[in-house]
């Protein structure tokens, strides 16, 4: 169950690190995802080079959180560090691997992923908004409401910051 869970907590951060970069929707001015990223990536770290995308986004995404959201909160890129460890180890592992092949690379296919991982979009809800506790962090509701969330949000051209209580 504990690898399910994070595989979806894994692919969500990749469709919606991929929709706020700079090509897409534009939340951070990055563009890890992009074509030439990896190339150059691939050349400075080739071993490392899709985990150095991953951390790239994910840092890119966290600061802008974490602007937005109140000190102590958690979210779908500030997790506990023993998630956080989870999620890089998987990232190293074959998953990460598979996960990058699967990554959509267009914007109208990611946000498509995302809404299929939300289930039902909920109505947008701007700025932040609070999806529950930490600990249930691992529920099927949980995961589809932050899911929900962002795909809301995109489809809005809208921000939303959901977050979890500790």
Known sequence: MKDSYLSIVLQMRSL????GERPQFAWWATSF???????????VTPKTSLLA??????????????????V????????PEEV???????????VGTELAKQLPQDKDA??????T????????????????NIDQLSAVDTLKSIAG??????????????????
């Open 16 to 19: 919606v690190g991929f929709l």
């Open 33 to 43: 995802f992009g074509d030439y990223s990896l190339r150059s990536l691939e050349f």
């Open 53 to 70: 995308q991953y951390h790239g986004v994910v840092e890119a995404a966290r600061k802008l959180h974490d602007e937005h959201l109140n």
């Open 72 to 79: 102590g909160s958690y979210h779908l890129f500030r997790l």
């Open 84 to 94: 956080e460890q989870d999620l890089h180890a998987m990232m190293q592992s074959s």
């Open 110 to 115: 990611a946000l498509a992923a995302l809404k």
């Open 117 to 132: 991982l939300a289930g039902a979009i909920p109505s947008a809800a701007v700025g932040p908004i609070a999806v529950g």
């Open 149 to 166: 969330a962002y795909a809301s949000a995109f489809s809005q051209h809208a921000k939303t910051y959901p977050y979890l209580v500790s």
